[in-house]
């Protein structure tokens, strides 16, 4: 298996556009997470999906942030604003059993907002 | 109180040394506990799970856990270059709503072995 693919690996946008991330789980993983690692606040959950459906989305910073898992393959992260503070790294995981299962960990996108 | 707790380092150690990495945790509750790997630049990756009070070994690789005192630590032994990295602990919550509690990182402690 590829692992976990995240996409972009690198965004550089301006703040007030809209950025969407992308991410193809671990086949046969029922279980996918977002999150943001920044230096500031380390590493922290923002969402995540059992079979398809978000469980916890509680880590979600405010409305600006959405995430969606249209298929067992496929999820998308999208900040529309973006604002500078959401500069950090993004990492899609996916896990085969319930929490706290390992976590498969993507390579991560890089977002800048200047 | 930050509910996982590490030395940010950089912890500097030779290389053959032991190296000893600690974290300290917040919720009573909590019942499963990792360790993951960080290189530079990279994404995290499990090195250690441990859920029982004690010690669990893996190769170079030891980690050791006292409930009681909300205390979880890795050892790694043998240093090498190459586990130069950051170690990020990883806790889970109790209780935490209808989720069957998910991870608690620290913000991790830098490892950087010299040869």
């Known amino acids: 298996d590829a692992g976990v693919i995240q996409s972009p690996r690198h965004e550089v946008t301006e703040m007030g556009q809209e950025v969407t991330l992308r991410c193809k789980p671990i086949?046969?993983?029922?279980?996918l997470f977002w999150y943001r690692q920044t230096m500031m606040r380390g590493l922290e959950l923002l969402i995540y999906f059992n079979n398809n459906v978000p469980i916890d989305d509680s880590g979600m910073p405010e409305d600006r942030f959405s995430a969606k898992m249209p298929n067992a393959s496929f999820s998308t992260l999208k900040i529309q604003p973006s604002e500078p503070r959401d500069s950090a790294v993004y990492f899609c995981?996916?896990?085969?059993?319930?929490?706290?299962?390992?976590?498969?960990f993507g390579e991560g996108s890089r977002l800048t907002v200047l | 109180q930050k509910e996982v707790e590490q030395n940010s380092g950089p912890l500097s150690v030779p290389e053959g040394a032991i190296a000893s990495l600690n974290c300290t945790y917040s919720d009573r509750g909590s019942q499963s506990f990792f360790w993951y790997r960080q290189y530079s630049g990279k994404s995290p990756e499990l090195i250690m799970s441990?859920?029982?009070?004690g010690d669990k070994e893996d190769g170079r690789f030891t980690a050791q856990l006292n409930k009681a005192s909300q205390y979880v630590s890795l050892l790694i032994r043998d240093s090498q270059p190459s586990d130069s990295a950051t170690y990020l602990c990883a806790v889970t919550r109790s209780n935490y709503g209808g989720s069957q509690g998910n991870l608690i990182f620290g913000k991790g402690t830098k490892l950087s072995v010299k040869p």
């Open positions: 441990i859920y029982s009070n």
């Open positions: 995981a996916s896990s085969f059993f319930e929490p706290p299962g390992e976590l498969f």
């Open positions: 086949s046969g993983h029922d279980y």
